[in-house]
């Protein structure tokens, strides 16, 4: 599966300072029974966003109508628990295509990073400037800039560097899966074979 191309977004985004956020917690077993990436983002934090009575939980911040916006700032060790890639790709469909946090599980970042989805680590100290300023002013923008490995908060003027396999980088940039990557190297791997 292709995934969309990504060079610089420029955002709103939702706080979620929750720590130690699983992947059960992001999409939980009982609506893994699908085996196309698609409908996941519908129980994204499903156990969160409503009661037991079924009724919306007006206190969780999915909920919440002042923030929106496809950037998701998470709270330190995001994704941990079992390796679902299924958490990825809820978070994709739900329309993320950043999480920002302070640290990521790696099969979580691995995942990520394979379906589109770009997980920006940053210092404690700058995670914890992005979360002050988004809940103090909901339009808050952020800018995610891949090719320079920067994300930007430009109502404060600063911004940090982020880490990313070369890579995967590239795929993000051309929009390639693995599989794509491959094909677009298949006149290269032929002249190669040839030699």
Known sequence: MSIDKFETLKSTA?????ENVDTD???????LKATERKGFGDNLFRDWKYNKDGSLNSEFVLNDPRFSGSILVAGKNFGSGSSR???????YDHGYKVV?????????KGNALNNGLLPVVVSESFLAKIFSSVEADPSTELVVDLENQTISHTALGISESFDINPYKKEC?????DD????LHMKSDIETFEQK
């Open 14 to 18: 939702v706080p979620l300072p929750i």
């Open 25 to 31: 917690q992001i999409i939980p077993a009982r609506f």
């Open 85 to 91: 890639e299924h958490a990825a790709w809820a978070i």
């Open 100 to 108: 920002v946090s302070s640290f990521f599980a790696d099969i979580f």
């Open 172 to 176: 993000l940039l051309k929009g390639y």
């Open 179 to 182: 599989i794509d990557y491959l």
